[in-house]
């Protein structure tokens, strides 16, 4: 079969296209500049479809050997055009997750602009320790009546302690007994036992107000009350909880203790409990040496406390103690003056405070 020279020289100048398709597309060093190859070359006015347009002018005999070699030449163009594409894309999205890549494990940033107040530190701290012994988190309300703060905690009207207590009274309405700022936590205690069911195991931390204020006293500060009823509770059991708990928290093992008799209306018998330190020129290390330091009071919970919360003290007995959370972190942290808590000075907080990142646990350690 004869071909004339028009079919001829559209045959050659399609195969030097191919050649220049296959230069242009597999060199075209991103997305954009392929989409401008494919534009100039198989686009409305590119070379492909030119060469297409000039079919009209070869003899009917070669126009289909002519048509079929342009639409081959159309296919592999789209598919190197299509095959460019595909690499192109990896290539970018690869380029975007290196640039956009996050290390997830980068340490969290050392400084936050906050800290943690060494009182709530210690309160977390005290909660973690008792937590493990199966206590739960107790409340009651800073506003308290005579009830519960006095009278079911057998404190009754002319009773003395109420004068020691140095308690900060509400107005009182016409004609009722006013409500005062709770002066201990300890009406937790009757809060607990008359709403829920015995036994009973719940420490409740918070805020209590005395009118007192010098170096050692402030107006309101921070109390942790314990209790603990069950059946067959004694003494026993409420030193050996407490030891436990000086231990966890001053984080020492060897650490001495001493339960003194006390008096707290409250609890019979009472005592308070005492750890080892040793005091220095300008030092207080807790848990050796031999002088001693007053932590908490405590004492088997009176009947009569019992009694006015409707439990007969002949099934139900059990161990009550309180402490000053605000004396503990001194205690453990070497913070000298207390008034220095409630100042709200920023240095001070970031040089006691604590990073909000390190939650107190027993098995991470409780201040690290
Ligand atoms: N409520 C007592 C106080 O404020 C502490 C205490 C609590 C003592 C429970 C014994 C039992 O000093």
Redesign the pocket.
Known sequence: MSMDAGTMTMLEGLDALRAEIEASLREAPDLRALDEARVALLGRKGRVTDLAKGLGRLSPEDRPAAGQAINRLKAEAEALLQARRDHLAAAEMDARLQAERVDVTLPARRRSAGAIHPVSQVMDEIVAIFAEMGFAVAEGPDVEDDFHNFTALNIPPEHPSRQMMDTFYLEPEEGTVPFVLRT?T?PVQVRTMRTGKPPFRVIAPGRTYRSDSDATHTPMFH?C?GLLIDRRTHMGHLKGCLIEFVRAFFERDDITTRFRPSY?P??EP?AEMDVGCRRTKDELVVGEGSDWLEVL???MVHPKVLKAVGLDPAQWQGF???MGIDRMAMLKYGIPDLRTFFEGDAGWLRHYGFSPLDLPTLFAGLSR
């Open positions: 201990h300890s109390q009350e707290f409250f609890t009472s009071g405590c004492g009550a103690f309180g």
